[in-house]
């Protein structure tokens, strides 16, 4: 006879990404936010931290749950309750968490006397998030206690080290709920992958404590570790991720909750079409204002994105391709007598640098309705930096030479911004953006999922990635073979020894994709778009209805204390 299957009458989900963009976690949450909403029938409630004006996708509600005020008031503290404006719009409470920072020490001490965790060592924005973390906690638990029913099987799910103390505090206030915690990340493996060591080459030497001491991480590891060992249920994103999680916190994941996507931020048919369309032209248009030259529309879009993490996004090997690329379309060029000097390749880095401002006389050739017929000057970049001279990717743009010269065959264009709609240059969000390219390039060195790609192909457009991500790795597991272009994905190999390699196999790919006629790009466009599909939150949502039923099990258990 089969265990039924407990499902929960109440989540709590808690992030310091709610209503709060900042990385891939946010798209992990708001994704399936409709599809949860749905499943639990609006049973679910996510908390996130309070930064007024600055929780832009958030619109309070006093009219929603007023109780819910009341009780968190009563512990001391102040939420706004409204909804969160992503598909599904499902409930959310921002916390003021100031409060707390007067009982920092107080809250430390009971962290290392009742979980182990060491907060002696703490820096930069551990308080922050700590405190953050302890009061979702208190608002979470005061909303149990004061407006759930008492048997109400409830479950609190904390992401990331940044979420985990609360989620131990309230594992000790109320051992009824049962706490799942996620990472989706280690922070040793990110710290060890950032920090130009080999993560790979050396993992099966590698322990977590010791790596902690030497990168300074005590604080934050201990928080992942403590809140890893002692959850009812401790999950990750991906096999990739639960390999790394045995090796560095000592703890297999009870469930593996992979990362979907939710095809309502995709527009459909003619929609598409327009949009694709019109992306293009802005981009187009963006890159002739730079570079002095009219792109035709035949000219290949190709973009990278992400999180301004260089080594382990694969920004460094994605310019080196370019660099690659640019040196072979060149010397077939040359071949050619007749041949007449343009861009083939328009190569974007879309990633958050320390932007100043939009450039104005970016702006102003935009505005014109002239012909311009001559560069501006540093035609690499769409937006004035703090650093110019300094920003890691601006510096390798020309140390490469990739400066957009007359007689390049790929010109870079670093978009150093947000793409939410108003950054004063392209002024579309990002999505809109991303159905204008026709290839997109992720060689990560180091990436426990890789929503990226997973929007890309979202977006029917076929990508590269490699095999040091999750989702690389999940295309290859799905298709049974290493993912080609064909395929909609390209899964190439990565290691802590091929760089060159690893670039050299990307040009391959674009070359192979310039070849293609019409017909065979479209076909590539589908696959890629099946590939989504298979990745859609209504696939990957029983999984955590097995991670609801493992900690709720758990939780139910007599303790043995």
Request: glycine share 6%; charged share 25%.
């Amino acid at each position: 006879m089969t265990k039924q299957t407990q499902r929960p009458d109440f989540v709590f989900e808690t992030s310091w990404e709610v209503c709060h963009k900042v990385g891939g976690i946010y798209t992990v949450l708001s994704s399936r936010a409709k599809t949860l909403e749905k499943e639990l029938n609006g049973n679910i409630c996510f908390i996130g931290p309070d930064f007024g004006e600055d929780n832009f996708p958030f619109t309070p509600d006093a009219t929603l749950h007023p109780e819910w005020q009341k009780a968190a008031a009563r512990a001391g503290l102040s939420v706004r309750v409204g909804r969160w404006n992503v598909p599904g719009e499902p409930i959310a409470v921002l916390v003021d968490f100031s409060p707390l920072y007067d009982e920092k020490d107080q809250i430390y001490a009971q962290a290392w006397e009742q979980f182990g965790v060491d907060s002696l060592r703490a820096y930069g924005d551990y308080d922050e998030a700590s405190m953050f973390s302890v009061a979702a906690a208190r608002v979470a638990e005061a909303i149990i206690k004061y407006c759930l029913q008492d048997k109400a099987r409830v479950v609190y799910q904390a992401h990331e080290w940044m979420s985990g103390l609360g989620m131990l505090f309230i594992k000790k206030a109320l051992p009824r709920v049962a706490t799942i915690f996620t990472t989706h990340a280690t922070s040793i493996g990110r710290s060890i992958a950032g920090n130009n060591k080999l993560l790979y080459k050396y993992f099966e030497g590698y322990n977590g404590d010791q790596m902690a001491a030497e990168l300074h991480m005590e604080a934050k590891h201990s928080i992942e570790k403590q809140s890893a060992l002692q959850a009812d249920c401790f999950t990750t994103v991906s096999t990739f991720t639960a390999r790394e999680c045995r090796q560095l916190l000592d703890k297999e994941p009870d469930v593996v909750l992979p990362n979907g996507f939710e095809n309502d931020f995709v527009p459909a048919g003619a929609a598409f079409t327009a949009k694709r369309r019109a992306a293009r032209k802005r981009i187009l248009s963006v890159a002739s204002a730079l570079t002095g030259e009219t792109m035709l529309d035949d000219t290949l879009i190709v973009s990278t994105s992400g999180r301004n993490d260089f080594r382990c996004k694969g920004f460094d090997v994605f310019l080196e391709a370019m660099a690659q690329l640019n040196t072979r379309l060149k010397a077939k060029m040359n071949a050619r007598v007749d041949a007449q000097p343009r861009t083939r390749v328009l190569a974007l880095i879309e990633v958050p640098c320390w932007m100043l401002a939009p450039r104005a006389d970016l702006a102003e050739r935009l505005a014109s309705k002239k012909t311009f017929t001559s560069p501006l000057p540093l035609p690499i970049i769409t937006h004035d930096l703090h650093n110019l001279n300094e920003d890691r990717i601006v510096c390798l743009i020309r140390q490469l030479g990739l400066t957009a010269a007359a007689d390049d065959a790929v010109k870079v264009v670093l978009v150093p911004c947000y793409l939410e709609g108003a950054d004063g240059i392209f002024n579309m969000p990002y999505y809109d953006l991303l159905a204008a390219n026709d290839l997109c390039l992720y060689p990560s060195y180091y990436e426990p999922w890789g929503y990226t790609p997973l929007e890309s192909c979202a977006f029917k457009t076929p990508c590269v990635t490699t095999d040091l991500s999750g989702f690389g790795q999940w295309v290859d597991q799905t298709l049974g073979h290493g993912g080609r272009l064909e395929d909609g994905v390209s899964v190439i190999h990565r290691d802590d020894d091929n760089y060159f390699e690893a670039a050299r196999e990307m040009v391959m790919d674009i070359e192979r994709y310039l070849a293609k006629g019409a017909t065979d790009r479209t076909a590539c466009r589908r696959a890629a778009a099946r590939l989504a599909d298979k990745a859609a939150w209504k696939n990957f949502i029983p999984y955590y209805y097995q991670a609801y039923d493992f900690a709720l099990a758990k939780a139910q258990k007599p303790s043995t204390k």
